[in-house]
């Protein structure tokens, strides 16, 4: 479908258009009581329409093209699943249509005004990143508060769907998927895939295995990652390791990962995957039902100080293998600890939640993003710049999904503030 015909879908779904004094290509009078609903699978564009044509009202289907041609050209002359079309709606009249039977289809010529052309093309077709940015402060904001908890929401579902698929890998486990969320989101997107391939070569039940031993789970960790597999010069801890990861490694018929590279660029030394992994490996070892214990939580800054850990002795006095630095008790810092919270227990508690029918998980998800403070990012800036006020990090959730999923999609008949702006015109 083209852009401009599924603007007519739209302005036919919405009735922008000049919609008194309709008649048909052949003067029959025409009264639009249900648009009907619409369908973006194969078949009709518009379902179980309401259309009065002279004296009968029909119930049937509407199908949309920008010219009355085109109905031939797409051969539904010839396709039964069209028989149940009482109005052909075009932009363009060339001539009449019959279906299947050889029924003449009742057609209507629908008028969109140049203005919402216009603003039409400049959202869908701007080079602009946020095209509608300029308009946005004109929303009012019960407008703006509803469609943002819409889009808060729709982004819990969206990672929903996500848990759901490693819930079924892993046996409906959820400590092995929160295990494998959380590493994942260990790697704060730069080495996001390098962390989830991490959790997903070492399963969670051989850590459980050792969890009353935090030397062993770094051996774990660090052994799979392939980071004890150098000479490291006068390091007894590393060599403590690699020895310990070698009778592990046996233990479990282990392999280590291949061809992955954890990356540093640009990362300030706090931030390095080695000391990622030790943070990793400090929280994980606290107990044995990982998920378990996230569930007991009921308050936010309890959540907090479950993953305000420290690491083990070594890495407090380093940041890689072999280096030693100024001792320095390293524990996540406050954006981080939020990011683990929003990307990782707050998704999980939802997906819990919606699986088992349990409101209070639901809810207390949606309360944690809530007590959460905006983040920080350049899709907020730039949301913030253009008027929209984020008060919290589930405000912030939201326009990431709006960003995302319609702007960067160029999705804006689908957004709720392009439909104002379409719509107010």
């Not at 852009?3 to 922008?16: A, T």
């Not at 699978?41 to 199908?63: C, H, L, M, S």
């Not at 969670?204 to 969890?211: A, E, G, L, Q, V």
């Not at 100024?326 to 996540?332: F, G, N, T, V, Y």
């Amino acid at each position: 479908m083209t852009n401009r015909e599924e603007l007519l879908h739209y302005c036919w779904k919405f009735k922008l258009f000049a919609s008194e004094n309709l008649i048909t290509t052949d003067e029959q009078k025409i009264e639009i009581i249900d648009t009907g609903t619409w369908n973006n699978n194969a078949g009709p564009d518009f379902f179980n329409a309401k259309i009065r044509i002279g004296e009968t009202v029909w119930a049937g289907n509407v199908e949309i093209h920008r010219s009355s041609d085109e109905w031939t050209k797409h051969g539904h002359h010839k396709d039964k699943a069209y028989n149940s079309v009482v109005l052909h709606v075009v932009e363009y009249d060339k001539g009449d249509v019959f279906n299947e039977k050889g029924q003449k289809v009742p057609q209507l010529v629908i008028h969109v005004s140049e203005k919402v052309k216009q603003n039409a093309d400049f959202l869908l077709f701007s080079d602009v990143v946020l095209p509608c940015r300029s308009q946005l402060t004109d929303l009012p904001k019960s407008r703006t508060d509803a469609w943002l908890t819409t889009l808060a929401i729709e982004r819990l579902e969206r990672k929903t769907n996500d848990i759901y698929a490693h819930l079924k890998r892993f046996n409906n486990s959820w400590d092995d998927t929160f295990y494998v969320l959380l590493a994942r989101n260990f790697g704060f997107g730069l080495n996001s895939d390098e962390f989830e391939r991490l959790a997903l070569s070492l399963p969670y039940s051989y850590i459980r295995k050792h969890s009353d031993n935090l030397f062993q789970v770094e051996a774990l960790l660090f052994g799979q990652a392939g980071m004890l597999e150098e000479n490291v010069a006068n390091d007894d801890y590393y060599f403590e390791l690699q020895r310990e990861y070698q009778f592990l490694k046996k233990k479990f018929m282990l392999k280590p990962l291949e061809d992955v590279h954890f990356k540093k660029l640009r990362t300030r030394p706090q931030g390095f995957p080695q000391v990622r992994i030790a943070e990793l490996a400090a929280i994980i070892q606290q107990s044995d039902r990982l998920f378990s214990a996230i569930l007991e939580k009921e308050d936010p800054l309890q959540l907090r100080m479950f993953f305000q850990i420290k690491v083990s002795e070594y890495w407090q006095t380093h940041y890689s293998f072999g280096k030693t630095s100024k001792k320095i008790s390293k524990s996540l810092g406050d954006n981080s600890l939020d990011a683990i919270l929003i990307n990782s227990v707050v998704p999980l508690l939802f997906a819990y939640g919606k699986q088992n029918d349990i409101e209070k998980y639901t809810d207390r998800a949606i309360h944690i993003l809530e007590a959460l403070k905006p983040e920080r990012n350049s899709i907020v800036r730039d949301f913030c710049a253009a008027g929209i006020e984020l008060k919290n990090a589930f405000d912030t959730q939201a326009s990431i999904q709006l960003y995302r999923e319609y702007c960067q999609k160029r999705k804006c008949l689908y957004c709720r503030f392009g439909h104002h702006i379409l719509s107010t015109q």
